[in-house]
């Protein structure tokens, strides 16, 4: 099957944004060249990935938008199952320092710069980095700060603020480069994936989708697909490779058990340069949580109907369902 990559479908950016800019966009768009910002960028997506409950977009983000003249920005969801994004973004994004000393979390040298509305804006320390977090209709970002200041009283100190980096962010960022020969081989591929977020909503049927890392140089997804709908995980593979659009990754290994009675598949990627490897594993589990209730908190329509089976409809006593097939334009 032929499939059509764009800048819309990589980026979830509608078609009418796109068709009122003044030029088309370029693929270029899709990475930035400046290590700080892959750093930030990375920080988000690895932030947003692990957060393993459902929301209305795999990842939790409905889109990016991006241009040459202004900072990158993450449209993100309102909720996942038990809390909201907003919330879990705060807590993992940015580090913390431990009274009982350390880091709480990696992210070393991600601020905010700033809060407009429900835009909150992150900085890179010591560079010119900046990445715009959109929160949901109602999001108060001064609220959610200072409800996670009081959760982490007495046990933290989160660094939302700090100009500089802290005395023991430089003692990790030593200790870490002392054991690493370059940057983390990773940073580069999450920046990457952050910016073309699109294609897990548009090129999967996963019902839950998640990411986590696995060393300095793996990145492994986990994705659950109802064993009743196709998988389609070629057509997430072919964006992943695409030389233009994607982010031209070659397949190292593949395990494709689809043919199985409840069998898994399993892929591996590696950079163009090879030295980030990311895998892909197609579980086959029943979805806990129904499509009514996607339909519900405003899932994409398109995802929605690949990701489920249709509901059976009766009419003069025949039963009808859609087909499995993917009718949707590509």
């Known amino acids: 099957m032929m499939h059509t990559f764009s800048f819309e479908t990589f980026t979830g950016e509608s078609h009418q944004r796109l068709a009122s800019r003044t030029k088309p966009p370029s693929p270029a768009l899709l990475s930035s060249p400046d290590p700080a910002q892959q750093q930030l960028e990375a920080s988000v997506f690895r932030s947003l990935a692990d957060i393993r409950e459902r929301s209305a977009h795999p990842l939790h983000v409905k889109r990016i938008r991006l241009s040459e003249d202004h900072v990158p920005i993450v449209f993100l969801d309102g909720a996942v199952e038990d809390n909201d994004i907003s919330v879990r973004i705060l807590e993992t994004c940015f580090p913390f320092e431990l009274r009982s000393g350390g880091l709480a979390w990696e992210c070393i040298g991600t601020r905010i710069d700033g809060v407009d509305g429900r835009d909150l804006h992150l900085a890179h320390v010591e560079s010119t980095a900046r990445l715009i977090l ?11 700060r200072k409800l996670i200041s009081r959760r982490w009283e007495g046990h933290s100190t989160p660094l939302w603020n700090h100009k500089e980096l802290t005395a023991v962010e430089r003692e990790h960022a030593s200790e870490f480069s002392s054991t690493q020969s370059r940057r983390d081989p990773r940073t580069a591929m999450e920046s990457n994936l952050l910016r073309r977020i699109g294609i897990f909503a548009e090129f999967t049927s996963a019902h839950l989708t998640y990411a986590y890392s696995s060393g300095p140089d793996t990145l492994r997804f986990w994705l659950e697909v109802d064993p009743s709908v196709p998988n389609r995980h070629e057509q997430l593979i072919a964006a992943l490779t695409d030389p233009e659009w994607g982010l031209g990754m070659d397949v190292d290994f593949e395990d494709c ?17 090879g030295d980030a490897t990311l895998t892909l594993n197609f579980a086959y589990h029943k979805p ?27 009419s003069g006593g025949l039963t009808w369902r859609a087909p499995c097939s993917d009718a949707r334009r590509v």
């Not at 959109?134 to 959610?144: I, P, Q």
């Not at 199985?260 to 163009?272: A, K, V």
């Not at 209730?293 to 509901?311: L, V």
């Open 257 to 273: 058990l689809c043919d199985d009675d409840g069998g898994s598949c399993y892929f591996g990627l590696t950079t163009p340069t």
């Open 134 to 144: 959109r929160g949901s209709a109602g999001t108060d970002w001064n609220a959610v």
């Open 288 to 314: 806990r949580l129904t499509r009514t209730y996607f339909e519900t908190i405003g899932a994409p329509r398109r995802w929605i109907n690949r990701t489920f089976p249709a509901a059976p409809r009766s």
